[in-house]
């Protein structure tokens, strides 16, 4: 089956650090990558997405490219603001016809001033 | 405009009780999805419909029956209601088959706390 494996939260970081989440995934074929975002107290938001192998998806700074040898879609963005504290879900979606979202456990992210 | 909304926000209630989550999305979308979010933050699929038809029903008490009166709406009624069923439950809506994406849009959550 599929599944989404990302790294353990919280990160904290300073504002302006660079930040990394890893994402890895498992699935037959070739599925779709995303990256959700839940600020506190609200709904997931779509923060980027992936087609196929190589593309990069970006929005609001944020960036992850669609590594298929290491399967793999790493989040990252260059300088963290106090905003960007979140929750932040990796998930998949395989190609068949009413494929549900496959989300990672979430990772936590704390920027301080 | 509010593209996929839920009511109540806030459900609080008593073991044994039944209860009624709804969702309405204006996106003109014909897949729809609950999902169920624990304190953990862990976000699991539930059910979804699509076009009013039930397509996915994963491994879910009976207590939980989602009913779709048309292809916006997606409403959950719990009953019995347990303390284990606390948690966030999350509407989501897409358009299947557009470009295989599956982009799904999600509302803002029912927060139920089962005391």
């Known amino acids: 089956g599929n599944s989404v494996t990302q790294m353990e939260g919280p990160v904290t970081l300073s504002e302006e650090a660079f930040l990394t989440i890893n994402c890895t995934y498992t699935?037959?074929?070739?599925?779709?990558l995303f990256w959700y975002v839940q600020y506190p107290g609200e709904g997931l938001q779509l923060l980027l997405k992936?087609?196929?192998?190589?593309d990069k998806g970006s929005n609001k700074g944020f960036e992850a490219t669609y590594r298929k040898e290491t399967t793999s879609f790493h989040l990252e963005k260059g300088s963290v603001q106090v905003s960007d504290s979140a929750v932040y879900f990796c998930a998949l979606s395989d190609r068949s016809g009413y494929s549900t979202l496959t989300f990672g456990k979430g990772t936590m992210l704390l920027v301080s001033p | 405009d509010t593209a996929v909304s839920q009511t109540p926000k806030y459900l609080v209630t008593q073991m044994g009780n039944d209860k009624s989550i709804k969702c309405e999305q204006n996106?003109?979308?014909?897949?729809m999805y609950w999902y169920k979010q624990d304190s953990k933050k862990f976000l699991k699929i539930m059910f979804s419909y699509n076009n009013k038809e039930l397509i996915i029903n994963e491994t879910v008490p009976n207590r939980f029956s989602p009913k779709s009166p048309d292809k916006a709406h997606l409403n959950l009624h719990i009953n019995s209601l347990e303390l284990g069923d606390s948690a966030v439950y999350f509407c989501?809506?897409?358009?299947?088959?557009?470009?295989?994406?599956?982009?799904?849009?999600f509302g803002p959550g029912t927060r139920l706390t089962v005391l």
């Open positions: 989501a809506s897409s358009q299947v088959g557009a470009g295989w994406y599956n982009e799904q849009f």
């Open positions: 699935a037959t074929g070739y599925p779709s």
């Open positions: 992936a087609t196929k192998a190589d």
């Open positions: 996106l003109g979308h014909d897949t």
